[in-house]
């Protein structure tokens, strides 16, 4: 692009002109992460509900008012969502222990677990 106070060609993504030192363009947004995003993030190891559902607000915070926290919210999500998926499995493995633990005390047999 063009300064637009001296007409010198400068970068695209330049914010002020190298040239005469006028603003050209807008500040981009501070870099920030997304707040709820992170906590969604840290959360996702901790409590996987809470993180998913931080996470997923986070991600539209993030859609909506820019700043980096998407990429954090998403994999705050991806986290939460394997690690339900992984209790969801242990719960089903326990259910069937316990199921033929019972199946087995009916069947009067003994179970070493
Ligand atoms: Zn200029």
Redesign the pocket.
């Known amino acids: 692009m063009y300064?637009k106070?001296?007409g010198?060609e400068?970068d695209d993504k330049a914010v002020i002109?190298p040239?005469?030192g006028?603003q050209?363009a807008e500040v981009p947004k501070e870099n920030r992460t997304n707040t709820l995003a992170l906590i969604g993030f840290i959360l996702a190891f901790v409590v996987p509900v809470a993180g998913l559902i931080c996470s997923i607000i986070g991600s539209r915070n993030a859609a909506d008012c820019g700043g980096n926290g998407k990429g954090l919210a998403t994999a705050g999500i991806a986290i939460s969502i394997v690690e339900l998926a992984l209790a969801a499995v242990i719960v089903v493995f326990y259910i069937l222990i316990i199921v033929g633990a019972i199946g087995a005390a009916m069947g009067g047999m003994t179970v070493l677990i």
Request: overall charge positive; glycine content about 0%; hydrophobic content about 30%.
């Open positions: 300064c106070n001296c010198k400068i002109c040239c005469c006028v050209v």
